[in-house]
């Protein structure tokens, strides 16, 4: 059975989380995984990037200890670590999921000039 690395919750370090919120596209991770409050499939998230780029971003959130990743069977299977990131950082995970679904709309619908 593979098993990935991941920080453990007294190595995961302010700096490393910011850096993963730093891209829209982990950021839609974050607020999906969220949203959903359960663990799902990297083929779940629809992201609007090639799998192997997508790949990079769920690397990124892992490493930086945002997400948990774990095999089940063939899939990869992804949850927010909340019990972790809220220990360390309060408010820091709510505060970025809403800041991302108020901004999400206009992300989707470009405004016309």
């Known amino acids: 059975m593979r098993v ?14 910011l850096h ?8 839609e ?11 799902v499939s990297c083929s779940e998230i629809d992201l609007v990037v090639s799998k192997s780029t997508s790949t990079h971003h769920f690397r990124v959130l892992r ?13 990869k299977m992804n949850s927010l670590r909340r019990d972790d990131l809220d220990a360390l950082f309060p408010g820091l995970l709510d505060s970025v ?4 679904a108020r ?3 206009a992300v989707e619908a470009p405004a016309h000039r």
């Not at 993963?20 to 950021?27: G, H, S, T, Y």
């Not at 490493?63 to 899939?75: F, L």
Request: aromatic fraction near 6%; hydrophobic fraction near 45%; proline fraction near 6%.
């Open 4 to 17: 990935l690395e991941h920080p453990t919750s007294e190595e995961i370090r302010l700096e490393a989380v």
């Open 20 to 27: 993963a919120f730093a891209d829209p596209v982990r950021l």
């Open 29 to 39: 991770v974050v607020r999906f995984l969220a949203q959903t409050g359960r663990e």
């Open 63 to 75: 490493e930086a200890g945002v997400i948990n990743q774990v095999y089940r069977g063939t899939a």
């Open 97 to 100: 999921v809403a800041a991302t």
């Open 103 to 105: 901004q999400r709309p």
